[in-house]
T-cell receptor, first 112, second 114 residues
Framework: DADVTQTPRNRITKTGKRIMLECSQTKGHDRMYWYRQDPGLGLRLIYYSFDVKDINKGEISDGYSVSRQAQAKFSLSLESAIPNQTALYFC???????????FGSGTRLTVV | GENVEQHPSTLSVQEGDSAVIKCTYSDSASNYFPWYKQELGKRPQLIIDIRSNVGEKKDQRIAVTLNKTAKHFSLHITETQPEDSAVYFCAASLISGGYNKLIFGAGTRLAVHP
């Protein structure tokens, strides 16, 4: 589903580097989310935003920050990457009437 | 906050058999319970959901049941096929004023053998 686009698709970075993961959507949804997926741990919520002026911490926000630049764009930053942030990161959007999420294709991040 | 537990973590069945995945949630206020399917290398996709005002919902070979008293819900897949092989995630959320923050279970890896 090209409606939710994540860039980059894959990234390898070094410990201590700052990195930004980007998400853009054409669905016109106000609600946007960032999750990370780790084997055996499922999808864990990092940050979420219900509109441009609303940013909220999720279950595991330490070490991450976000920016909602516009309704269609929601970026996730790792200020100083560490190896245990190696994971698959998903952006998602939701419609306030339908409730189901639309996920992006994911960004596989490796911190060495 | 909400916590969702999912069992089993892996499930192996023969083609044609039924598969059942169970989840429990902690927040009695939660009122929305979706299930997502993630095929290998793909993004999670919504396959069925249920709201707290109903006890069961069916869509062809899949069904979800909800027991609000016990705070658990289950996914049932009948007549399994190899293409049902995937990781399945349950989730729970309190829908209020259009706001929806999903908390997911750890996932179940389902393998359907021909």
């Amino acid at each position: 589903d090209a409606d939710v686009t994540q860039t980059p698709r894959n990234r390898i970075t070094k410990t201590g580097k700052r990195i930004m993961l980007e998400c853009s959507q054409t669905k016109g949804h106000d609600r946007m989310y960032w999750y990370r997926q780790d084997p055996g741990l499922g999808l864990r919520l990092i940050y979420y935003s219900f509109d441009v002026k609303d940013i909220n911490k999720g279950e595991i926000s330490d070490g991450y920050s976000v920016s909602r630049q516009a309704q269609a764009k929601f970026s996730l930053s790792l200020e100083s990457a560490i190896p245990n942030q190696t994971a698959l990161y998903f952006c998602a959007t939701s419609d306030p009437t339908a409730y189901g999420y639309t996920f992006g294709s994911g960004t596989r991040l490796t911190v060495v | 906050g909400e916590n969702v537990e999912q069992h089993p973590s892996t499930l192996s069945v023969q083609e044609g058999d039924s598969a059942v995945i169970k989840c429990t949630y902690s927040d009695s206020a939660s009122n929305y319970f979706p299930w997502y399917k993630q095929e290998l290398g793909k993004r999670p996709q919504l396959i069925i959901d249920i709201r707290s005002n109903v006890g069961e919902k069916k869509d062809q070979r899949i069904a979800v049941t909800l027991n609000k008293t016990a705070k658990h819900f289950s996914l049932h897949i009948t007549e399994t096929q190899p293409e049902d092989s995937a990781v399945y995630f349950c989730a729970a959320s309190l829908i209020s004023g259009g706001y929806n923050k999903l908390i997911f279970g750890a996932g179940t890896r389902l393998a359907v053998h021909p």
